[in-house]
């Protein structure tokens, strides 16, 4: 039987001792690190070298996907496996992209973890049925990089200003993208265009 090593990150105490709990009841399974954070995924990932991650994409510090990324970067061998209560295409597509192996809704049956982990581990690739479905019939994301890095920045309440200061442009500029941005979405104004961008899963 194959014996596979899990790194777990959750940042809700409750829902990772559940987790934990649920993953140890299998035998081939183990999980040998357990954080809450994002931006100490990978340091644990490289002292532990898990078989897998299993990554809340909502953590403090680095989202899960960023984290996924970097880690993807650093500990190829480690496969990554992203939970997440928000079953949104565009946070699939940006799973996808940031080269994870499977991602599974909150709300699936217990008995698909284990599964889900045990496939990812032998190298294919597991995702939500129905969230792959809507994806592939969702929009692609029309806007660039540095415009998502503009509105993720607005999305947290920063103003013209304080983006500038930021990303180190000027604040027309900065203007300049957001009016761009509003356009794009074929939103009314700044507010709808986060909220439509949020939505979509498009914002990190």
Same mark, same amino acid.
């Given at each position: 039987?194959?014996?596979?090593?899990?790194?777990?990150?959750?940042?809700?105490?409750?829902?990772?001792?559940?987790?934990?709990?649920?993953?140890?009841?299998?035998?081939?399974?183990?999980?040998?690190?357990?954080?809450?954070?994002?931006?100490?995924?990978?340091?644990?990932?490289?002292?532990?070298?898990?078989?897998?991650?299993?990554?809340?994409?909502?953590?403090?510090?680095?989202?899960?996907?960023?984290? +996924?990324?970097?880690?993807? #970067?650093?500990?190829? $061998?480690? *496969?990554? /496996?992203?939970?997440?209560? =928000?079953?949104?295409? @565009?946070?699939?597509?940006?799973?996808?992209?940031?080269?994870?192996?499977?991602?599974?809704?909150?709300?699936?049956?217990?008995?698909?973890?284990?599964?889900?982990?045990?496939?990812?581990?032998?190298?294919?690739?597991?995702?939500?049925?129905?969230?792959?479905?809507? +994806?592939?019939?969702?929009? #692609?994301?029309?806007? $660039?990089? *540095?415009? /998502?890095?503009?509105?993720? =920045?607005?999305?947290? @309440?920063?103003?013209?200003?304080?983006?500038?200061?930021?990303?180190?442009?000027?604040?027309?500029?900065?203007?300049?993208?957001?009016?761009?941005?509003?356009?794009?979405?074929?939103?009314?104004?700044?507010?709808?265009?986060?909220?439509?961008?949020?939505?979509?899963?498009?914002?990190?």
């Amino acid at each position: 039987m194959l014996s596979v090593r899990i790194l777990l990150a959750e940042d809700v105490h409750m829902i990772q001792g559940a987790l934990v709990a649920l993953l140890q009841l299998e035998p081939d399974l183990h999980v040998v690190s357990t954080v809450d954070r994002g931006d100490t995924i990978v340091a644990a990932a490289l002292e532990t070298k898990p078989d897998v991650a299993v990554i809340d994409i909502d953590l403090p510090g680095i989202d899960g996907l960023t984290a +996924a990324a970097e880690l993807h #970067e650093r500990l190829p $061998s480690c *496969r990554t /496996l992203i939970l997440t209560s =928000l079953g949104r295409p @565009g946070t699939l597509r940006r799973a996808l992209s940031a080269q994870v192996s499977g991602f599974l809704l909150k709300d699936s049956p217990p008995s698909q973890l284990a599964l889900a982990v045990r496939s990812v581990a032998t190298g294919r690739r597991v995702v939500d049925p129905q969230l792959a479905l809507s +994806a592939w019939d969702s929009p #692609e994301n029309p806007l $660039s990089p *540095r415009e /998502l890095e503009v509105l993720r =920045l607005a999305a947290r @309440g920063a103003d013209a200003a304080e983006i500038a200061g930021c990303l180190y442009l000027s604040k027309g500029t900065v203007r300049n993208y957001l009016t761009a941005i509003v356009g794009k979405l074929g939103a009314r104004n700044r507010i709808d265009a986060i909220r439509i961008a949020e939505e979509a899963g498009w914002l990190p």
